[in-house]
């Protein structure tokens, strides 16, 4: 049975909280947040106890993981603790929103072997995964073009905007992750455009709300990227991957399916709801791991892969020029 401390009690910290509670090996030991309120609330639901201060987590002897779902600017600071105190440690994307500081914490975390999860849970969406072991099969054969568009039903409150880190960084960076998972191999080359369009005061804040992205791979394999904060009709995302042998296209949350486009016809999957079990699968994911002492996936170099990515694409973006992208430490 794992004991957990959640440090942040907003969306992301909620669902945590509710999937642990629902966790046969696993149960909430304290709740920290910023806002008192918050923090009571996930605890009059899901368990455990109000910690009054980071402090009284850290020095505890009755916590054996955390969650780290609190704000990006906080990540690494509680990274930092969980190393020194031997905790494992599940974190929301993005890391941090300087890359250097989410090097160092990378570097210590791997020098003292401590498992870090980061929450790229569209990994474990189960139409995603689908489509990725069909492409890690060979039914496609090769790959050619990776095609996603995605939009939110609303921008988020500007208080969120202001800490997020831009929006190729808290957005977009799950494609990041999720198209080299697919692919097998890391982008090599990123050219981005964007524009503030939804909300004015979004570009007040020297951010985007709409872009696009091409990733180029070494391979030869192509991906484009559309992006955006508005969407009127709600949530969208579709994802299509091309290959010799055919095509396999997703596009939840309204079909929720995986689409099989080959020479003898078209396949769909089974509706899912997929959304919600993501988070429930990739805690499942990182709990398993613990327990089994095996290493966690998506892991902290992972999550850094995807954020030089995003810096590479923030480059591109205030250039206009193609950018060759640098994994090297």
Known sequence: MLRFALFGAGRAGTIHARNIANHPNA????????????AKRVVASFGGHLAISQEEVWS?????????ASSTDTHVDLLRHAIEAGLPAYCEKPIDKDVERVKRVVAEAEEASLPVFVGFRRRFMSDLQM??????NGDLGRIETVNIVARDHEPPPLEYAKVSGGFLLDKMIHYFDLVPWFAAEQPSEVFAAGSCLVDPAIGDLGDIDTAMVTLRFPSGVLCAIENGRRSAYGVEERIEVFGAKGMLKTTPPYDNQVFHYTENG????KYVDYAQESFAHAMDAFIHAVEASEPVSP??????????IAEAANESLRTNKAVKIDYDP
Do not use: N
């Not at 892991?299 to 030089?308: I, V």
């Open 299 to 308: 892991s902290l170099r992972d999550g850094l892969r995807a954020q030089l």
């Open 27 to 38: 149960e909430l030991d304290s709740v920290y947040d910023v806002d008192a309120a918050a």
């Open 266 to 269: 078209i396949e769909r999957s």
């Open 60 to 68: 505890s002897d009755a916590i054996d993981a955390v969650v780290i």
């Open 131 to 136: 489509m990725h072991d069909k492409i890690g």
